[in-house]
């Protein structure tokens, strides 16, 4: 299988096979910046944190606790340090969704109709309709039902969009990230957009 065939995380696990005599940390702070587009050197640790340490030291510590250097071993990490779900991301890209996080882009194709943007922090969540939707649409706000079936999980509406921060002030949970991917992609197949 060519590299163009594998989804990102094909290409991270065949790249992670081959790093032979490189420090691991770098290698994967490269992988994950060319793939995915987070730096870990500017993301901020969620979890691990220790004075004294960079990123990617706290990165390298932690790479030396795995078994083995594969997607399967790497990702929960990540998951946990940077708060950053790669195979969350893998898992919609073909929903019509794009996200930006930590002031990166980590999905985003022509035709998407909903943006999910998260805080530098993950501390909120806003989502709004693309500016393809709003061309295809002539609105500017997310549809009706939508908008409803967000603040039914714990968004609020803001002027047409649905924003949510957690009440204790903590980074949005995965769970919560995953409940409002899935809400977002059901309302679409259920009302198809042409």
């Known amino acids: 299988m060519t590299e163009e065939k594998l989804n990102r995380l094909g290409q991270m696990e065949k790249r992670l096979s081959s790093i032979a005599g490189r420090d691991p940390a770098d290698a994967v702070h490269e992988i ?3 793939l995915f587009g987070f730096d ?12 004294g340490l960079t990123n990617r030291e706290i990165l390298s510590e932690e790479l030396q606790k795995l078994p083995a250097l594969t ?6 990490l990540l998951l946990y340090l940077f708060g950053t779900n790669l195979k969350g991301i893998v898992s919609i890209e073909k929903a019509p969704i794009s996200i930006r996080s930590k ?3 980590v999905k985003r194709h022509r035709g998407d109709l909903v943006m999910i943007t998260g805080g530098h922090e993950d501390l909120e969540v ?10 295809v649409n002539g609105n500017e706000f997310l549809p009706e039902d939508l ?5 039914n999980i ?10 949510y921060a957690n009440p204790e ?22 009302h198809p957009q042409h």
């Open 126 to 135: 806003l989502v709004t309709p693309t500016e393809e939707f709003m061309t």
């Open 71 to 76: 997607v399967e071993h790497l990702c929960p």
């Open 40 to 51: 870990y050197d500017y993301v901020p640790v969620l979890r691990g944190k220790r004075e």
């Open 169 to 190: 002030g903590e980074p949005v949970s995965d769970d919560f990230k995953t409940l409002t991917i899935r809400t977002i992609t059901e309302y679409f197949e259920e």
């Open 147 to 151: 908008l409803k079936r967000l603040i």
């Open 103 to 105: 002031d990166n882009w």
């Open 32 to 34: 994950v910046l060319e």
């Open 154 to 163: 714990g968004y609020q509406n803001r002027d047409g969009h649905a924003f």
